[in-house]
């Protein structure tokens, strides 16, 4: 059983007002001081974001537990210093966001300019264990068409500077500034991959491999595949269902990869345009069909996703809880349809916030 571990950023907000707060040093040392163990928090480029990492797991009801551990313990934290967490993707109202301390930072404002400044977004990034870097590379190449109907699932960031942007998922139009995101070509091979990294890396308009912000990519820490498309979802159980399809999405590509079948040549272009479509409207209006990379309606597409890896979740014993899952998100829909709900029914975006940092604390 492969094991998957997911991160998630959390945005620190005054549940009064709803504004973003500048805090995470704060929040961080309270958390530090209150963990038993080791503390699975981290500081994220700006101070009003937060950011944990589960431990990798093979059971999707451990994994839910751990997350929603995780979201309670921030949420305690933040309370200590007069703040909250919601998992929200952006921040529904105004906000000045703040660049953390450091020099990893600082190099990263002066370099990027504007493009740093107004990185205030929250992602949800899942990694699963893969054997090799061989096999990595493999699945990398076979799950790139799917990756688009996993951001329009977990679509969370309808709101920007206090406007509605139209779009479902505005954290991914906002982190498609960077250089390196986005979907890539096929690699073909371990060395084909890390050929690809030295050569952006000998431009030099990138610090590090850590900037390599593909929208899945091998990860540096760990033998995993490292899945980063998603908002960070606003019901937990969302987020368990996004890990869910990657492992399944993971395994998948990988057995079509020992079988000898090819990844499908869609173009990177191509690419592109299923992403802007699936975070324009999320799952609110038609996605890109990954065979055809045709629009359908984004029940039918999300439909054929489960489909596609129906096998890999009837053995991991995942495939009822994920097809509940989907039916669950198809009724309810995503974050942002929630977030929108919410302004239709109280007219106040600082109400959108109190109400999901309220849902994120559990």
Same mark, same amino acid.
């Given at each position: ?9 959390? @945005? ?15 929040? /961080? ?26 431990? $990798? ?5 451990? /994994? ?29 109202? $105004?906000?000045?966001? !703040?660049?953390? !301390? ?11 300019? @504007? !493009?740093? *400044? ?99 990519? @091998?990860? *540096?820490?760990? $033998? ?19 890990? !869910?399809?990657?492992?399944? /999405? ?11 079948? $090819? ?7 191509? /690419? ?91």
């Amino acid at each position: 059983m492969r094991t998957v571990g997911v991160e998630e950023e959390l @945005l620190l907000v005054d549940e009064a007002s709803g504004e973003s707060r500048s805090l995470s040093t704060v929040v /961080l040392a309270l958390a530090e001081r209150r963990a038993e163990g080791d503390c699975a928090f981290e500081a994220e480029l700006h101070r009003q974001q937060l950011e944990f990492a589960t431990e $990798p797991r093979s059971s999707m009801s451990e /994994l839910r537990e751990e997350i929603l551990g995780w979201r309670a313990e921030a949420a305690a934290s933040a309370a200590e210093a007069g703040a909250a967490v919601a998992a929200l993707a952006t921040s529904p109202l $105004p906000v000045r966001p !703040t660049i953390g !301390t450091g020099e990893r930072y600082r190099w990263l404002a002066d370099r990027f300019g @504007l !493009t740093t *400044q107004e990185q205030l977004t929250c992602g949800c990034h899942v990694h699963v264990s893969v054997e090799s870097d061989e096999e990595g590379v493999a699945v990398l190449d076979r799950i790139r068409p799917w990756l688009s109907v996993l951001l329009a699932l977990s679509a969370n960031s309808p709101y920007w500077q206090g406007r509605d942007t139209c779009y479902g998922s505005y954290r991914s139009r906002v982190w498609g500034r960077w250089p390196s995101s986005g979907p890539v070509e096929i690699f073909g091979s371990a060395q084909g991959y890390h050929d690809q990294v030295r050569a952006l890396l000998d431009t030099e308009v990138l610090r590090d491999a850590g900037m390599i912000y593909f929208d899945a990519r @091998l990860s *540096q820490r760990y $033998p995993t595949v490292e899945v980063r498309v998603a908002d960070v979802c606003l019901d937990a159980a969302d987020t368990v269902l996004i890990a !869910t399809l990657v492992r399944a /999405l993971v395994e998948t590509a990988a057995r079509a990869w020992r079988a000898g079948d $090819p990844p499908d040549p869609v173009a990177v272009s191509t /690419l592109r345009m299923a992403g802007w479509r699936a975070g324009r409207s999320g799952l609110e209006d038609r996605l890109l069909h990954p065979p055809t990379m045709r629009p359908r309606p984004a029940a039918e597409v999300v439909r054929a996703l489960l489909t596609h890896v129906r096998d890999a979740l009837e053995d991991s014993g995942d495939l009822a809880t994920a097809e509940e899952g989907t039916r669950a998100l198809l009724t309810r829909g995503t974050g942002a349809r929630v977030q929108r709900d919410l302004l239709d029914r109280t007219g106040s975006l600082r109400e959108v916030v109190s109400e999901c940092a309220a849902r994120t604390r559990g």
